[in-house]
């Protein structure tokens, strides 16, 4: 969850219960996954998952769930569902959780999500985390947030174009916004996109991956 050591804006975070239309949008291009016994897709990884708005989600989707958190308090109603994993961990201090011994360590994901928290260093950990034709979807706040409220510390703050600067040539880039967003759950600048990790795959003549249907937005 962003800046998740401003009380203030943790506390907007989790008094949100719906999920993000951008999550809606693009989390039916998570597919399903080898390793799935029965459900729709293989296991989608909820980062910051703050309340678990987004997990929840997914479950109701029909996928199995990892999600994690520093605070893992609001996720306590979740325990017993099967489908659900719940790790409780700092995802600033330390060693990342990905790295050997950590409690995502060498594992992949069929989709990953990450809504309003932004923390560089791991940034590559989570592409890596990104099975192959796996969907991930991000969505934070960027560059020009600082006029309008927090956060405004440019470490929480994706720079103009930054994903694309990020995924570009090593994911298949679905879709991309930058801009001033009057009308979300928490209004501010936010940049959002939604990329495949299929770039090598490819059954046409020109090697390029299939495209992907792109729903209209709410």
């Known amino acids: 969850m962003q800046n998740a050591n401003d009380p203030d804006l943790r506390s907007r975070h989790l008094g949100i219960t719906e999920p993000s239309p951008w999550v809606r949008r693009f989390a039916p291009l998570i597919?399903?996954?080898d390793d799935n016994e029965g459900d729709k897709g293989g296991a989608v990884l909820d980062l910051a998952a703050g309340g678990g708005r987004h997990g929840r989600y997914l479950l109701g989707l029909g996928f199995s769930v990892v999600l994690v958190d520093r605070d893992i308090a609001p996720l306590a109603d979740l325990t017993g569902e099967p489908r659900a994993e719940i790790i409780e961990a700092d995802l600033e201090t330390g060693a990342s959780v990905f790295a050997p011994g950590g409690p995502l360590?060498?594992?992949?994901?069929a989709g990953i999500v990450v809504v309003n928290y932004l923390h560089r260093a791991l940034m590559?950990?989570?592409l890596a985390?990104?099975?192959?034709?796996?969907?991930?979807i991000y969505e934070t706040f960027a560059s020009g947030n600082e006029r309008f409220q927090r956060p405004r510390n440019p470490d929480h703050l994706l720079k103009c174009g930054e994903l694309l600067d990020l995924l570009g040539g090593?994911?298949?880039i679905v879709a991309y916004e930058h801009g001033l967003d009057e009308t979300a759950e928490i209004p501010g600048v936010k940049q959002r996109i939604c990329a495949?990790?299929?770039l090598g795959i490819?059954?046409?003549d020109c090697a390029e991956p299939a495209p992907h249907p792109v729903a209209p937005g709410d």
């Open 202 to 204: 490819s059954d046409r």
């Open 31 to 33: 597919t399903p996954g």
């Open 129 to 136: 985390a990104l099975a192959p034709g796996g969907v991930l």
């Open 196 to 198: 495949v990790n299929d």
């Open 105 to 109: 360590a060498g594992r992949t994901f």
């Open 124 to 126: 590559e950990d989570i």
């Open 170 to 172: 090593r994911l298949q």
